[in-house]
């Protein structure tokens, strides 16, 4: 069945640096989606993509999907403490949401 | 509260007992879905409803969990006989389907964690 793979599972950054995760899926996507969960919480939905090589951006992060809609970068400038938390990205496989492991921020203040 | 809500948010039971959890979805939903999560780890899927309709059940899914969702607004999840390796939290997620896309965004409750002794 379709796999979604992240990497890496962990990042530490200090405060101010760069962050990217990167997800890659065994088959073509028609969408993927990304999700943030915050310690102790619940994952929370940031951001769709759709269209092969498509780049969009929400303030400080950037999402791309790739031509061949297999794989999808979050690139996050300038990191905060409030970026801590779990990132996720989930392809679509049937009517239901298969997810990566994620990729796990901690940032040093 | 017009978010997914979900209770118990803990549950500690003894190996062998059942356990229900419930889920309120976001009214307007016509999909429910069930996920667990271990630490670690990134959700894994167990199941999911359009209405009232179970579509799909994970092939990993022992036959001692079973779902509900009888009049297509709550559900419930019971896991009989429980494990040690049932222990886990199990999160609930509606999504309101649009036509031409398979999945919407999901939004999740903030879970029923489970402890098996």
């Known amino acids: 069945g379709q796999q979604v793979m992240q990497i890496p599972q962990y990042q530490h950054v200090q405060e101010g640096e760069d962050f990217t995760t990167y997800c890659n899926s065994s088959?073509?996507?028609?969408?993927i989606q990304w999700y943030k969960q915050r310690p102790g919480g619940h994952p929370v939905f940031l951001i769709q993509l759709v269209k092969s090589g498509e780049v969009k951006k929400q303030k400080r992060l950037t999402f791309q999907f790739g031509e061949a809609k297999k794989n999808s970068s979050l690139h996050i400038t300038a990191t905060q403490t409030t970026d801590v938390g779990t990132y996720f990205c989930?392809?679509?496989?049937?009517?239901?949401?298969?997810f990566g492991q994620g990729t796990e921020l901690s940032v040093k203040p | 509260d017009t978010g997914v809500s979900q209770n118990p948010r803990h549950k500690i039971t003894k190996r062998g007992q059942n356990v229900t959890f419930r889920c309120d979805p976001i009214?307007?939903?016509?999909?429910l879905y069930w996920y667990r999560q271990t630490l670690g780890q990134g959700p894994e899927f167990l199941t999911y409803f359009q209405n009232e309709a179970q579509l799909e059940k994970s092939r990993l899914l022992s036959d001692r969990f079973s779902a509900e969702r009888p009049k297509g607004s709550f559900s419930t999840l019971e896991i009989q006989r429980t494990e040690q390796g049932d222990s886990a939290m199990y999160l609930c997620?509606?999504?309101?389907?649009?036509?031409?896309?398979?999945?919407?965004?999901?939004?999740f409750g903030e879970g029923s964690r489970l402890t098996v002794l």
């Open positions: 989930a392809g679509p496989q049937g009517g239901k949401l298969i």
């Open positions: 088959t073509t996507l028609s969408n």
């Open positions: 997620a509606s999504s309101l389907t649009v036509v031409r896309l398979n999945t919407g965004e999901l939004f």
């Open positions: 009214s307007e939903h016509n999909r």
